[in-house]
């Protein structure tokens, strides 16, 4: 079956600008998972969500950056009034019970 | 809370040598355990779980819930175990929100 995927596979942004970016999470899979890898760097946890609620936003660096989740599916992650530092890999997950099934991530450079 | 620490940013070994890639954790109870890897240009992806008890691809993981680690091991490293690898933790049952180690780049040197 079709595995996570997400949208864009690349942006490039200038700073200062809005960006949204897309996660097709596994049908049935009710958790979903925003990371952010940098360059050299681990895997940083932003969200969760279980269902359409979000039980632990404490990963997102500002207020500047959010999530939402709808019909308990896709979820978008959108960064308003982009920085340097934003620029990154995003890595989408999802999960039924434990193992979690990552995406191919969005590269996000803001120049 | 739930926390996993993975001390090491960056392992070297040589091929044929034993590798031990490090992770303790903290949780109140009894946590599901993992190990994450991710190759170049590869999609992350999970490489064992402890409650399974097996071993993939010659790497092991046991838990010691004394010490409260997880470390994952393989007895003779190969060129291609050269990855980034996760060690990640969860609530017993299962649909709970699953805690990431910051991760240990392993770099086998031929």
């Known amino acids: 079956g079709a595995g996570v995927s997400q949208s864009p596979s690349n942006k490039v942004t200038e700073k200062g600008k809005d960006v949204e970016l897309r996660c097709d999470p596994i049908?049935?899979?009710?958790?979903l998972y925003w990371y952010r890898q940098s360059l050299g760097q681990g895997l940083e946890f932003l969200i969760y969500?279980?269902?359409?609620?979000?039980?632990?936003k404490s990963g997102l660096p500002s207020d500047r950056f959010s999530a939402e989740r709808t019909g308990g599916s896709v979820s978008t992650l959108t960064i308003q009034r982009t920085q340097q530092e934003d620029s990154a890999v995003y890595l989408c997950?999802?999960?039924?019970?434990?193992?979690?099934?990552f995406g191919p991530g969005t590269r996000l450079t803001v120049t | 809370a739930q926390r996993v620490t993975q001390p090491e940013k960056l392992l070297s070994v040589f091929k044929g040598a034993p590798v031990e890639l490090k992770c303790n954790y903290s949780y109140s109870g009894s946590p599901e355990l993992f190990w994450y890897v991710q190759y170049s240009r590869q999609r992350l992806q999970l490489l064992l779980r402890?409650?399974s008890r097996e071993s993939i691809k010659g790497f092991t993981a046991d838990l010691n819930k004394g010490e409260t680690s997880f470390h994952l091991k393989k007895p003779f490293a190969q060129e291609e175990d050269s990855a980034m690898y996760y060690c990640a933790l969860s609530g017993p049952g299962g649909y709970q929100k699953v805690t990431f180690g910051t991760g240990t780049k392993l770099q086998v040197i031929p």
């Open positions: 049908s049935g899979h009710t958790a």
């Open positions: 402890h409650i």
């Open positions: 997950a999802s999960s039924l019970v434990y193992e979690q099934y």
């Open positions: 969500f279980q269902g359409n609620s979000a039980p632990d």
